[in-house]
């Protein structure tokens, strides 16, 4: 053990800022992190122990216990439980005889649930040692089991047919399907890799790529929609010793999967936009940083990169220009949903726990290893290729005036065709719900949890910066789904465990306010709760970072869209329910202890 | 007319909030004028002689004891404030209240590094105890609370200030530098 620690040390240079490589290796050889590793690291990289371990502790996918030599990770989010996740989940613990938490006593397999894993489209689904597995059913479920059982190998496990598009490639080999329904700039055939960087590059000067990305008006397009070109134009101004170009590919919101998407069919598109991205800002190295999620992305995107290393489309003086080198590495992360936003993003790129950092300053100024940084979106560097090629006008004819070109939607729930849509900014939810095949529909979650939950009335809305934005979440519910129960609930509870607990209000209020909303749920709320709600979720604003800021909007716009699923609920009679049960309260200490409850006496 | 009656009460709590009230300095001279107190562990009354206007809850509730008291304050005063973090969140206690009770328990008093004398393992289970709930509640989910003072403590001022505005009906002065949550 100590030889390989002290030999994946070196590996990653002895540098501290490698934490998370470190472990992730040490994750995946010895299925866990044990005491002697955490202590043996601390030491080669002269970090104190505590430092180690919370980072471990930080993340989902690390873990200071065996984890079982298959570790099963079962999506949780509503749509999973939509299309059946409750049978698999039994399947599983009955086959097993253990429960979800815990290990079979052989130590063979684990089970766990997961946040959103970015298969919305195709769930119920499960990531076991790696290897994604969609669309489970108890079937399924007795037939992986069995074949666990007999210490089958993962391409054993995985007897399926291969997913759509790429997925069949022998460095992919996944099962996973790109369900690609409608193509635009991006998705689009017509674009030969390389072509920008060869062709355009070479006659254009770092302020004139520049120039081309704010005249299009584009926007991030991870939610936030900060314009690109100014963030560009920011960070090249911005001095420091090294400039550094970050691709936030950690699509942690649940029901987003467009980026898992782009990286399988288009990922030269992205790296040659974080490639011209480096030409702007005048930055050489560039990092993908990548949910763990899509770890089996990993050999097939280590393919791509080295194929573009060969064609000159990255390395040293890049299509013949003096000068322009520019590389891109993998970071992954290891499941945080809070490290999608981007100082948290830097801060695990630098191997410490996942914490939003204070702002200013914005990481254009200080940013990865406190040098000037662009952190943009998968979506935003595909982009940005296109719009060198073509010109920020031609760009400009797609979308709206305010929200430029296209945006690619992941779009899942009660509808026909789920999968990924390529669409221009202003499109309308009415048209969208055709257009997948969505029936009877009761509701549109946009923007994922942190978004905004619609209802009928307000189909007519458009998507953009100025009506309704979106990262590119729309999740449809019918009207046999139970909103609050099933959706309301399972978003509040995904914030509580993805609150990375630094800033009081998001570590407590979503708690507080996931209480009054249970309380609700079994008939014992009052007028007052729903006013509270309301009052109290104002509290978050004072987070530091979006999560936080956002954690109450599912309560939000669900009291906003659909009062009457809360005022039914509500007793409208009485002015305070406790919802406090003593009898019920006291019941447990006074077994431990020995003694007959007797609540009269007091 | 007779003054406003005020009573106070630490349940779950330190009695730091009641040490932040006393931090009032010389103006506890001007609230004795505006104020008359009943129950309150400051005039060492034990039960209520009065009806009362405003209650001032210190702590949340960890056993049955505290929420009778605090049943107690909501039928005798007219309005009710949750004084600090443990009567709005639980606070410190409630730090227990992802561990079950049996644990606790067992941590407390035969497990526990500093258990030394109870060789037999007994169990404080006298009639006459307080019976320990589940886990520690914020006072908000026993009863109805009518205001809230943050922090923790919560600074004198803000207490002042907000005993004050109660009384006299003045609006409630909170510049940002007196509303802490830590």
């Known amino acids: 053990m100590e030889n390989t620690v002290k030999q994946l040390v070196e590996k990653y240079g002895n540098d501290r800022s490698r934490l998370m490589d470190i472990l992730i290796d040490i994750q995946e050889t010895t299925g866990y992190i044990n005491s002697e590793a955490i202590e043996e690291i601390a030491q080669l990289l002269a970090m104190s122990r505590i430092d180690v371990e919370q980072t471990i502790t930080f993340y989902h996918f690390f873990s200071t216990k065996p984890k079982g030599k298959y570790a099963v990770y079962l999506n949780t989010s509503p749509v999973a439980y939509m299309f059946g996740r409750e049978a698999v989940k039994e399947t599983f613990e009955k086959e097993l005889g253990i429960k979800f938490g815990d290990v079979t006593k052989d130590g063979l397999v684990g089970l766990y649930d997961t946040p959103c894993i970015g298969m919305n489209d195709q769930e119920p689904a499960a990531i076991i040692n790696h290897k994604i597995f969609t669309r489970l059913t108890p079937y399924r479920v007795r037939e992986i089991v069995k074949l666990m059982k007999e210490g089958k190998n993962m391409d054993e496990l995985r007897n399926e047919s291969y997913g759509d598009g790429k997925n069949h490639l022998p460095s992919l080999r996944s099962m996973v399907s790109s369900n690609i329904r409608r193509k635009g700039m991006i998705l689009s055939d017509d674009y030969q890799s390389g072509t920008v960087i060869r062709d355009f590059l070479p006659k254009m000067s770092p302020e004139s790529v520049i120039a081309e990305i704010k005249h299009s008006h584009i926007r991030g397009r991870g939610g936030a929609g900060f314009p690109t070109g100014l963030k560009w134009e920011f960070c090249r101004r911005a001095k420091g010793s090294k400039h550094y170009v970050v691709c936030n590919a950690d699509e942690g919101e649940p029901g987003t999967f467009k980026d898992r998407v782009i990286l399988t069919e288009k990922p030269e598109l992205v790296f040659e936009g974080m490639a011209l991205a480096g030409y702007a800002i005048g930055g050489d190295e560039g990092i993908l940083y990548l949910r763990y999620e899509y770890r089996y992305l990993n050999n097939y995107l280590l393919e791509v990169l080295q194929n573009m290393r060969d064609n000159n489309l990255l390395g040293k003086n890049i299509s013949g220009i003096e000068g322009f080198d520019f590389d891109i590495r993998i970071q992954f992360g290891a499941g945080s949903y809070v490290c999608g936003e981007e100082t948290a993003l830097l801060e695990s790129l630098e191997g410490k726990r996942g914490e939003p950092r204070d702002k200013p300053p914005f990481p254009v100024e200080k940013g990865y290893l406190g040098q000037p940084t662009i952190v943009n979106n998968v979506e935003t560097f595909a982009t940005a290729v296109r719009i060198v090629q073509n010109g920020g006008e031609w760009f400009t004819q797609f979308g709206t005036e305010d929200s430029t070109g296209t945006k690619i939607l992941s779009i899942s729930g009660d509808c026909m065709f789920p999968g990924v849509y390529e669409v221009n900014w202003g499109f309308n939810v009415e048209d969208m719900l055709n257009m997948v095949g969505a029936y009877e529909v009761q509701a549109v979650q946009v923007g994922g949890p942190s978004g905004t939950l619609i209802g009928p009335e307000e189909f007519h809305r458009t998507l953009g910066y100025s009506d309704l934005s979106t990262g590119g979440s729309m999740i449809i519910f019918n009207k046999q789904r139970n909103l609050l129960r099933d959706v309301v609930v399972n978003f509040m509870e995904f914030f509580i465990d993805e609150s990375c607990g630094s800033c009081s209000t998001c570590r407590n209020m979503t708690q507080v306010l996931n209480n009054k909303l249970k309380k609700i749920l079994v008939g014992k709320g009052v007028p007052k709760d729903l006013i509270d709600l309301k009052s109290w979720s104002k509290n978050l604003i004072a987070s530091r970072c979006g999560l936080g800021q956002t954690a109450a909007n599912p309560i939000i716009s669900s009291l906003k869209n659909f009062p009457h699923l809360y005022s039914a609920l509500i007793q409208k009679d009485k002015q305070f329910d406790e919802g406090f049960d003593m009898e019920k309260a006291i019941q447990a200490s006074c077994t431990y202890v020995g003694r007959v409850p007797n609540l009269n006496h007091h | ?182």
Request: charged share 25%.
């Open chain 2, 1 to 182: 007319m007779s003054k406003p009656v005020i009573a106070t009460t630490s349940l779950a709590g330190c009695f730091g909030c009641h040490m932040s009230l006393l931090d009032i300095d010389e103006r506890i001279l001007k609230l004795i004028e505006l104020v008359e107190f009943n129950k309150s562990p400051i005039d060492d009354i034990k039960t209520f002689t009065k009806a009362v206007d405003i209650g001032l809850i210190e702590g949340g509730c960890c056993n049955s004891e505290n929420v009778e008291v605090l049943k107690s304050f909501r039928k005798n005063c007219k309005i009710l404030v949750s004084v600090g973090e443990c009567a709005i969140m639980g606070g410190l206690p409630a730090l227990r209240n992802g561990i079950p009770i049996e644990e606790c328990l067992h941590e407390a008093y035969i497990g526990g590094p500093t258990v030394q004398l109870n060789t037999e393992g007994v169990m404080p289970n006298d009639d006459e105890l307080p019976m320990l709930l589940d886990r520690v509640y914020p006072c908000h989910e026993i009863v109805k609370i009518d205001y809230f003072l943050p922090g923790c403590p919560p600074r004198a001022d803000l207490i002042w200030e907000a005993v004050v505005a109660l009384v006299t009906g003045d609006p409630l002065k909170l510049p940002y530098e007196v509303v802490k949550f830590d």
